[in-house]
């Protein structure tokens, strides 16, 4: 079984192909010798004037040398810069492989040619030299950094090396693999001879200390790339080494199906599960298959955000983290790269939809949504983070970064997983517009659509065969979806692998026509219900707001049955619903926006009823609507009835509803259209639960549930200064108002932050503050609401470094805020614009002194005073 190849399946007009093209776009107009331009100077060869790409890709310090690991003059001596240089290069000559292979073009076939032949030129001027252990040793920077790894020196000294090394021999195999340029085999074929006497020339022991530094020790996937050497070579030393490069402990607690993900650099482990999957494949070894199996069930969901992102800060948290792990800097975009990856490989080796299902969530909504919806000759355009905190933004560019290398690739192949088949087989796993030809059946099938703008999705068969036809259907659809043969409806659902499965003599001209629904549903993460995701289909909805703390929305007057919601309207790709207007998370916009929503309703409402009747919280914050909704939705109306009948009884025996307020909930949920159906409720007293009959809902509520007054209702009222961001940026004072008091109360306290409860009035000072209030009524119930508020009344720290590189300086503004974190940091000179800092830039010097401006704004709105360094005057 195995997936087409890009040149095989060609994109049309569709939201993927929208960042197709802008992607393709930088592949042509951009200049190889830029990318060559830090392998040239590191071989002392002729730069031709070209500046290298910038930030992580950019020369090194200019008296830093290319020296062995003999000659290294040691890390208080040493002047370095920009030790991962070459990785992009790596990243650059995939994607122009890749492009070639998806187009067609001869332009992306002679930059890819280019490429390869300079590098081919550096590895030989290199060895010329005879400074290093091996003439297959290519690199951007000597030889050092991967000696001083085996010393064990720290991120800061190094960076990664083999990560390096890794991205520059996935570019050589791919340029061979997709254009036949065998010079590139013969290159990356001695770059594996050097990388391999030199990792088996380092004990095991040793290598599994090297493995566990964090960054330092990153190899990428070197265990994938030797091994892709071995397949294509036939030798047996690239596949030792690729078995040199395995984390032992680590392999073996995932293989035994132990946790070993809490805490870990998230893109420094993904991509050895990518190269456990080609071991696998070649040796048939079945540990590598098991780890990546169990692995990724610690993964998905339970540490993955709603658009298929995972991490905070690069790193993984805990088991079922996902809404306490929600920060400024979820997702990081490689990290999404290689789990598209390893689902592919996945669902290769099992045919499990899942690895399907989560390959379109994460697609669909990181990857194409990390891409900008621009045009640009210099950058990628793509983002590094694609954070979900409340108020992000997608910050794109990252040029020379990972994730801008990565994005590179990533948006010159979304044809990639649409197609998969095997013998008189066909899968169709993505709904994305495209044109595929199949050699074995001599013809070709059209995907026309819409999708994921609706959910009308036709094939165009284009050949006469008799094969399986397997259509995915996601499991938000699996209810509902309809399918078309020749335009006449079969009685046709899925299976338990998530299929519909045609199995027939198809002839040229037949068409095959897939329904599915779009519902608007409310996605709970898993650790907290309360917090959940909008989504329309298959894609998730960003709701666009200034704000920078957390958006409540009250959504249970307009819950159908199965969780979905109604009331929306549509504009282009735009929805409004629930008080908001959302944007797709595949727009490649840059409004600020939120990904998740808390749900806040304070009334028991139904959709089409309600009973007027509040949403009281326990202590645990449990309510009736809270727990009614707690899982999405519900599969039959009878389930509904049961979960509502339920919960009331529990609120009732609880002190939270009244009889009569009780009663009257029952009765409204009779009455409720949840199903578009409304019912006549009658409430007796018994212990049998709810029964239906006809157009008529009995329920029997229990003697000792409810008591006969109603208890009290409070809320927290809050006086203060609230920017727009949703932050107070001045103490606010916070009150319990008593809305109904039932029969009398007996006390009302506060408690903030979890600390021991007070009648007083609270004023709150910085932070993130979760305040509590409880009313006590005569009766002794206790009824209890919670608000959060966030106060940050101080403006970030600022400061400036200057680094001196001769006839330049390197300019870097560090900015702290431990409240509502920094937001941006903004510079000028007398020259320029405000402009926002994004990485250390270089400024080149004047005759004169220059003045640079700088200020830092958090997340809040506090903007700190201007500030400024002087930068000097040239000198010699």
């Known amino acids: 079984m195995t997936f087409f190849t890009l040149g095989e399946v060609g994109l049309h007009d569709g939201v993927h192909a929208r960042a197709q093209e802008q992607m393709l776009h930088l592949a042509r107009v951009y200049p190889v010798d830029r990318v060559l331009a830090v392998f040239r100077a590191n071989a002392g060869m002729d730069t031709r004037d070209a500046l290298p790409p910038g930030n992580w890709e950019d020369f090194g310090h200019p008296e830093e040398q290319p020296w062995s690991g003999s000659d290294y003059p040691g890390a208080g001596v040493a002047q ?20 070639h292979a998806s187009t067609g073009s001869s332009l992306f076939r002679e930059k890819s040619d280019h490429l390869v ?175 990546v199996l169990n692995l990724w069930d610690q993964i998905v969901p339970g540490r993955t955000f709603a658009h298929g992102g995972t991490g905070e800060g690069e790193l993984w948290g805990p088991a079922g983290a996902v809404a306490r792990f929600v920060g400024r800097r979820n997702a990081e975009s490689c990290a999404t790269y290689n789990l598209l990856k390893i689902a592919r490989g996945l669902f290769t080796n099992t045919r499990d939809v899942k690895y399907a299902d989560y390959a379109e969530r994460a697609s669909l909504n990181h990857m194409v949504g990390s891409r900008a919806d621009v045009v640009s000759d210099s950058s990628p355009e793509v983002v590094y983070m694609y954070p979900v905190d409340p108020g992000a933004v ?21 044809q990639e997983s649409i197609w998969f088949a095997g013998p008189g087989e066909l899968y169709v796993l993505q709904y994305v517009p495209s044109r595929l030809s199949w050699a074995d059946v001599d013809g070709e099938v059209v995907l026309d659509t819409r999708y994921p703008r609706d959910g009308q999705i036709t094939l165009e068969i284009g050949f006469t065969a008799s094969i399986a036809l397997h259509l995915r259907i996601p499991p938000w659809a699996r209810d509902g979806a309809v399918v078309q043969l020749n335009g006449s409806p079969r009685r046709i659902t899925a299976d338990d692998r998530g299929f519909v499965t045609i199995q027939r003599e198809f002839r040229a001209g037949d068409t095959v026509t897939l329904v599915l629904p779009m519902p608007l549903r ?52 735009l929805v409004t619903v629930l008080g908001h207007t959302f944007e797709p998370a595949w727009s490649g916009g840059d409004h600020r926006y939120h990904a998740y929503l808390r749900l806040d309703d304070a009334d028991i409402v139904f959709h089409g009823s309600d009973p007027g009747v509040p949403n009281r919280r326990d202590q645990d914050g449990w309510s009736v609507i809270g727990a009614l909704w707690a899982d999405g939705g519900h599969a039959t109306i009878d389930d509904f009835f049961t979960a509502v009948h339920h919960n009331v009884v529990r609120a009732a025996r609880g002190g939270l509803l009244s009889r009569s307020e009780a009663e009257a909930v029952l009765i409204a949920a009779s009455s409720s259209t949840v199903d578009g159906v409304s019912r006549n409720g009658l409430v007796r007293t018994g212990d049998h639960g709810v ?25 927290i009222d809050v006086t203060g200064s609230r920017a727009s961001s949703g ?62 508020i966030d106060v940050d009344t101080a403006a970030p720290r600022v400061s400036a470094r200057v680094r001196s590189l001769g006839r330049s300086v390197e300019v870097t503004l560090d900015a702290a805020d431990e409240v509502s974190g920094v937001d941006r940091v903004q510079w000028r000179t007398a020259e320029t614009f405000w402009g926002v800092f994004q990485e250390p830039f270089t400024r080149a010097l004047h005759d004169q002194p220059q003045t640079l401006e700088f200020t830092a704004t958090d997340r809040a709105g506090n903007t700190t005073a201007v500030q400024t360094v002087t930068l000097p005057a040239l000198t010699g």
Not at 394 to 414: A, F, Q
Not at 537 to 555: I, K, N, S, Y
Not at 691 to 715: C, F, Y
């Open 691 to 715: 029964t239906v009959q006809g157009d008529r809902v009995v329920w029997e509520l229990p003697a000792d549930a409810g008591a006969e007054s109603a208890a009290p209702v409070i809320r």
């Open 394 to 414: 997608r910050e794109y560019d990252n040029v020379g970064t990972c994730c801008g290398g990565t994005g590179l690739e990533s948006h010159v192949k979304h």
């Open 727 to 788: 932050w107070y940026t001045s103490p606010p004072t916070c009150t319990v108002t008593v809305v109904s008091p039932g029969p009398g109360l007996t006390s009302l306290e506060t408690s903030r932050d979890g600390i021991e409860w007070t009648p007083a009035d609270l004023t709150l000072g910085d932070g993130r503050h979760r305040l509590r209030a409880r009313a006590t009524d005569v009766s002794g119930r206790v009824v209890h609401v919670a608000r959060e």
């Open 522 to 573: 409310l996605v709970p993460t898993p650790d907290d219900p309360a917090l959940v995701s909008l989504e329309h289909g298959p894609t998730v909805l960003l709701a666009r707001d200034d704000a920078t703390t957390t958006l409540t929305v009250a959504p249970a007057g307009a819950r159908l049955l199965d969780g979905s919601i109604t009331g929306f309207e549509t504009d282009g790709d």
């Open 80 to 99: 370095t810069a920009s030790l991962l240089r070459g990785h992009y290069a790596g990243h650059f000559l995939s994607m122009l492989a890749m492009a």
């Open 117 to 291: 032949a300079g590098l081919a030129e550096v590895q030989e001027a290199l060895a010329a030299t005879g400074r290093f252990s091996h003439p297959g040793f290519l690199a951007a920077y000597g030889e050092w950094q991967f000696t001083r790894l085996e010393d064990l020196a720290p991120y800061g000294e190094i960076w990664a090396p083999w990560y390096t090394c890794h991205k520059i021999m996935a570019g050589l195999l791919d340029a061979y693999q997709h254009t036949g340029n065998k010079q590139a085999l013969d290159v990356v074929t001695a770059m594996g001879h050097w990388a391999a006497r030199s990792i088996l020339a380092v004990d095991r022991v040793q290598r599994q200390r090297m493995w566990s530094l964090y960054i330092a020790g990153e190899y990428g996937g070197m265990n994938e790339s030797l091994t892709v050497l071995h397949r294509i070579t036939g030798e047996q030393t690239f596949l030792d080494a690729a078995a040199a490069f395995e984390m032992d402990t680590w392999l073996a607690g995932a293989v035994a199906g132990h946790d070993v993900l809490d805490g870990m650099h998230a893109n420094q482990h993904l991509p050895m599960l990518v190269g456990h999957l080609a071991q696998y494949e070649v040796t048939g070894d079945r540990r590598y298959l098991d780890a």
